[in-house]
């Protein structure tokens, strides 16, 4: 079973900084595909990125960007200029590329901190 | 254009009854998947339905819950006799039908959640 590690339960960054939240995760399978998603205070659950596991070109969305290591297993979200709406907790979550195998497998998640 | 919809959006139940909750999938998505979370958890898979099928319910516990997203209408997660430790927040997410390859990375657009409280 894959599993999804996320070592950093909390962070905390300046406004306007750069931020790294770590995420690892633990596979057998070749081809997969990697998501972080944001729960603010409203607990919605809100996608912030997605990388697939055969695209070796990290994955940017404006000023969220990954490290996308396959061979270590990691998948760390970088976020660039910090804004106080990016406070949130951070959810890395892995999901197999086998078809039928839809289910998110979540890490613990990670609570950001934004400070003014 | 409508997200999915979870109702209610707190569900206060005593020990010993039912629980029901609905989800309706974003329009045009006919695969539905149920999250739950525990206080300062990630989300746990529980199930993943279609139309009128169970595709994986892998995650669901084998007595209490149930799951049914049927031809017409809402996903129902029903809990049964529910007890103190099924109080969480449960979520429902969808996304659309795709066949053939580079389909996984459909991504899955969640609701609300529903926060089932257990006296």
């Known amino acids: 079973a894959q599993t999804v590690t996320q070592s950093q339960p909390e962070m905390s960054v300046q406004e306007a900084e750069t931020v790294t939240l770590s995420c690892t995760y633990d596979?057998?399978?070749?081809?997969?595909?990697l998501f972080w998603y944001k729960q603010p205070p409203s607990r919605q659950m809100i996608l912030v990125i997605r990388q697939e596991a055969y695209k070796q070109q990290n994955a940017t969305e404006n000023r969220f960007s990954v490290n996308f290591q396959k061979a270590a297993k990691s998948f760390s979200l970088k976020i660039s200029d910090s804004q106080l709406g990016d406070a949130a907790m951070y959810f890395c979550?892995?999901?197999?590329?086998?078809?039928?195998?839809?289910?998110?497998?979540f890490g613990q998640g990670t609570r950001l901190t934004i400070n003014p | 254009n409508a997200g999915v919809m979870q109702n209610p959006r707190h569900l206060v139940r005593r020990r010993g009854q039912e629980a029901r909750l609905r989800c309706s999938p974003m329009k045009g998505h006919s695969h539905v998947y149920w999250y739950r979370q525990l206080p300062e958890e990630g989300l746990k898979f529980m199930v993943y339905?279609?139309?009128?099928?169970?595709?994986?319910e892998s995650g669901m516990p084998k007595e209490r819950f149930s799951a049914e997203f049927p031809k017409e209408g809402p996903s129902i997660l029903r809990i049964q006799q529910v007890v103190r430790g099924d109080s969480a927040a449960y979520f429902c997410?969808?996304?659309?039908?795709?066949?053939?390859?580079?389909?996984?990375?459909?991504?899955?657009?969640f609701g609300d959640g529903t926060r089932l409280s257990i006296l």
């Open positions: 596979t057998s399978e070749s081809d997969y595909y």
């Open positions: 997410a969808s996304s659309p039908f795709r066949s053939g390859a580079g389909t996984g990375n459909q991504p899955q657009h």
């Open positions: 979550a892995y999901r197999s590329a086998v078809q039928g195998a839809q289910k998110l497998v």
């Open positions: 339905l279609q139309k009128e099928n169970i595709i994986d």
